[in-house]
């Protein structure tokens, strides 16, 4: 997991209420991502960012929102639209040849 | 969108044996990776194969790839214990973009 730090690494949410996952690399890596897991799936890309001040949505965006106004950060905010938020959330770097990821933050409803 | 998925879903062997696992993606790719997950933990990357190569190594690992049938498959000789973990493949979403589009995984079970 070196070089992409993730917090919390735990994370409860109220009903109602927006959350916001902290990812910073220090990599230098342009790109970053992030994915959802849900409990024995795979990885689900929910935003990603080619360049600093420009994302993407991936294919599950809705209910959540991104920026990166910095190259190191690229801070995820999961949004009261976001009915089913329970799930550990994932955060990379890199390009297409490697992603490096973080070790994680798991989201869970109160 | 699903491109890769991965065969079986679950897998259980005995240390020493050799564990061979199946990924097929739907479009045309320019490399297929495969990953590793420990519970609870972050992805690593294992390997990358490119649309041109047929087969790759690394240590213990073994990885094919055949473009026609749009498979590959992981095998990991003479597995340990320490390489009970989850396993993924992932492609590339389009030509332009960096993403990468990961299959459900299959979940490797080694007993001592």
């Known amino acids: 997991d070196g070089g992409i730090t993730q917090s919390p690494k735990y994370l409860f949410r109220k009903e109602g209420q927006n959350v916001t996952l902290s990812c910073e690399q220090n990599l230098n890596h342009d790109a970053m991502y992030w994915y959802r897991q849900d409990p024995g799936q795979g990885l689900r890309l929910i935003y990603y960012?080619?360049?600093?001040?420009?994302?993407q949505k991936g294919d599950i965006a809705e209910g959540y929102s991104v920026s990166r106004e910095k190259k190191e950060s690229f801070p995820l905010t999961v949004t009261s639209a976001q009915k089913n938020p329970t799930a550990f959330y994932l955060c990379a770097a890199g390009l297409a040849g490697q992603l490096f990821f973080g070790s994680g933050t798991q989201l869970s409803v109160l | 969108s699903q491109q890769g998925e991965e065969d079986p879903q679950a897998l259980s062997i005995q240390e020493g044996e050799n564990a061979t696992m199946n990924c097929s993606y739907k479009?045309?790719?320019?490399?297929l990776q495969w990953y590793r997950q420990n519970s609870g933990r972050g992805l690593v990357h294992l390997i990358l194969i490119r649309s041109n190569e047929r087969e790759k190594h690394s240590g213990r690992l073994r990885v094919t790839l055949d473009t026609s049938k749009k498979s590959s498959s992981l095998l990991i000789t003479a597995s340990r214990a320490a390489d009970t973990a989850s396993y993924f493949c992932?492609?590339?979403?389009?030509?332009?973009?960096?993403?990468?589009?990961f299959g459900k995984g299959t979940t490797l079970s080694v007993s001592s």
């Open positions: 479009t045309s790719i320019n490399n």
């Open positions: 960012s080619q360049i600093v001040n420009d994302f």
């Open positions: 992932a492609t590339r979403v389009n030509q332009a973009g960096t993403a990468l589009i």
